[in-house]
């Protein structure tokens, strides 16, 4: 894998501005810095969502979160990871194999920002749409 290995869009974000659960099988086969299988960044916010093959450092409207101490996922080793967030409830929460391992308060009136690029494979690294990060790029698999 090299920060070439990456697939990047703009969808139309407008169905998730309130709502969103992000979830996958990842199997985590890089020991690289931070395998990023999942990023969405906006103009204002570049690590407005970051999804790991770590599972345990997740980023959302750039607060980071790192959850090591609480699991551990070893290479060669699948889990399913799953971000939700609502801003009814001004929570998110991180799901590792079906069990709720973390859960945060997020801005009060914050919703997802539209107009942004989505990637599958790596992270937007410090510039919007671009700058792919060479430590960050994920070398593992996905399945639905």
């Known amino acids: 894998n090299t920060n070439k290995d990456y697939i990047m869009y703009k969808p139309d974000m407008r169905p998730m501005e309130s709502d969103l659960t992000i979830c996958t099988w990842v199997k985590k086969l890089d020991t690289s810095d931070i395998p990023t299988w999942f990023s969405y960044g906006v103009s204002s916010e570049v690590s407005e969502i970051q999804l790991t093959d770590m599972g345990s450092r997740i980023r ?85």
């Open 60 to 144: 959302l409207f750039g607060d980071e979160a790192n959850l090591q101490s609480l699991y551990t996922v070893k290479p060669g080793d699948w889990f399913h990871n799953c971000l939700s967030w609502s801003a009814a409830t001004q929570r998110r929460h991180v799901y590792i194999n079906g069990v709720l391992v973390d859960s945060k308060a997020t801005p009060a009136g914050r919703t997802l920002g539209q107009d942004g690029y989505l990637v599958i494979g790596n992270e937007q690294w410090s510039t919007y749409g671009t700058g792919m990060d060479p430590y960050n790029a994920f070398g593992g698999e996905l399945y639905k």
